[in-house]
């Protein structure tokens, strides 16, 4: 089992995931668990603890399938926003001719 992962705190503190807290998750759990967070640095970490062999692999490609599910609602976050802001642009200069086009009559 991961205990823990210190943390540089910027005052100069330090912190440890406490191990019981990793205990407790290992308890709520039925074979395992992954925890990602990110340490003051910004840096990724990982606490992982499994039961067996066949959990590890039935939760490591839990964590595949979701990062699969959410690298697609990102890119169609991603191709709305510009989709809308492209849209907008051409609106915008629609108007704009037709107000050209009005001042010529």
């Given at each position: 089992m991961n205990n823990g992962v210190i943390l540089n705190m910027s005052k100069g503190n330090s912190f440890k995931i406490p191990s019981s807290l990793l205990k407790q998750l290992d308890e709520c759990s039925f074979g395992?668990?992954?925890?990602?967070?990110?340490?003051?640095?910004?840096?990724?970490?990982?606490?992982?603890?499994?039961?067996?062999?066949?959990?590890?692999?039935?939760?490591q490609q839990f964590v595949s399938n979701w990062n699969d599910a959410v690298k697609i609602?990102?890119?169609?976050?991603?191709?709305?926003?510009?989709?809308?802001?492209?849209?907008?642009?051409?609106?915008?200069?629609?108007?704009?001719?037709?107000?050209?086009?009005?001042?010529?009559?």
């Amino acid at each position: 089992m991961n205990n823990g992962v210190i943390l540089n705190m910027s005052k100069g503190n330090s912190f440890k995931i406490p191990s019981s807290l990793l205990k407790q998750l290992d308890e709520c759990s039925f074979g395992g668990f992954v925890l990602f967070s990110f340490d003051s640095d910004g840096n990724p970490q990982v606490h992982s603890k499994f039961d067996n062999s066949v959990n590890a692999m039935a939760l490591q490609q839990f964590v595949s399938n979701w990062n699969d599910a959410v690298k697609i609602m990102n890119n169609e976050n991603t191709l709305n926003t510009l989709s809308n802001s492209y849209d907008d642009e051409i609106i915008e200069d629609d108007f704009d001719s037709f107000n050209e086009e009005d001042d010529e009559i």
